[in-house]
T-cell receptor, first 109, second 117 residues
């Protein structure tokens, strides 16, 4: 299973962009990068996923490097409600998600 | 609410007792997953079903753990002879199966928090 490395914690000012990095240097060619987040005491919530190209949806943007060894999740205008643990996941066969420890993002007023 | 639901939300039990948790997935989802999460850690995969068939079990799932999805809809996770180390949040998720290379997101329930005294 491909592994991911993320910073343990990050701070971001409310209204600013939050850029969350993830290293997945052992990713193989057909493995997607998924991002989920978990707000305290809730189940994880899907944010976005990508394979090779950059992706954007109503929640975030995902930038994947050309060699696919790292990616960055961008929350363009962070709010206090974005405070959560963010997980970068490289999906394996049959849909099983392998979570790491994630990045605890604190959005501060 | 048409999301994934889990029952109970909280369970406190004494060591050695059996407990059972229920998960109701989103109705059209044929994949159902169970994960376990301990404090400060990310969720860990336990097992998953496609329809009623249990297709994979993690080595974390000792023989005290059993999961079923008898009619391909709701699922139960039973822990026999609970131990203090079983204390965790048990999360259920559902999704559509992967078809033609399309990868589908998993929708998680709120979890059942188990405390074994």
């Amino acid at each position: 299973d491909a592994k991911t490395t993320q910073p343990t914690s990050m701070d971001c000012a409310e209204g600013r962009a939050a850029n969350l990095p993830c290293n997945h240097s052992t990713i193989s060619g057909n493995e997607y990068v998924y991002w989920y987040r978990q707000i305290h005491s809730q189940g994880p919530q899907y944010i976005i996923h990508g394979l090779k190209n950059n992706e954007t949806n109503e929640m975030a943007s995902l930038i994947i490097t050309e060699d696919r060894k790292s990616s960055t999740l961008i929350l363009p205008h962070a709010t206090l409600r974005d405070t959560a643990v963010y997980y970068c996941i490289v999906r394996v066969a049959r849909g099983k998600l392998i979570f790491g420890q994630g990045t605890e993002l604190s959005v501060k007023p | 609410d048409t999301g994934v639901s889990q029952d109970p939300r909280h369970k406190i039990t004494k060591r050695g007792q059996n407990v059972t948790f229920r998960c109701d997935p989103i109705s059209e989802h044929n994949r159902l997953y169970w994960y376990r999460q301990t404090l400060g850690q990310g969720p860990e995969f336990l097992t998953y079903f496609q329809n009623e068939a249990q297709l994979e079990k993690s080595r974390l799932l000792s023989d005290r753990f059993s999961a079923e999805r008898p009619k391909g809809s709701f699922s139960t996770l039973e822990i026999q002879r609970t131990e203090q180390g079983d204390s965790a949040m048990y999360l259920c998720a559902s999704s559509l199966a992967v078809t033609s290379g399309k990868v589908n997101e998993q929708f998680f329930g709120p979890g059942t928090r188990l405390t074994v005294l």
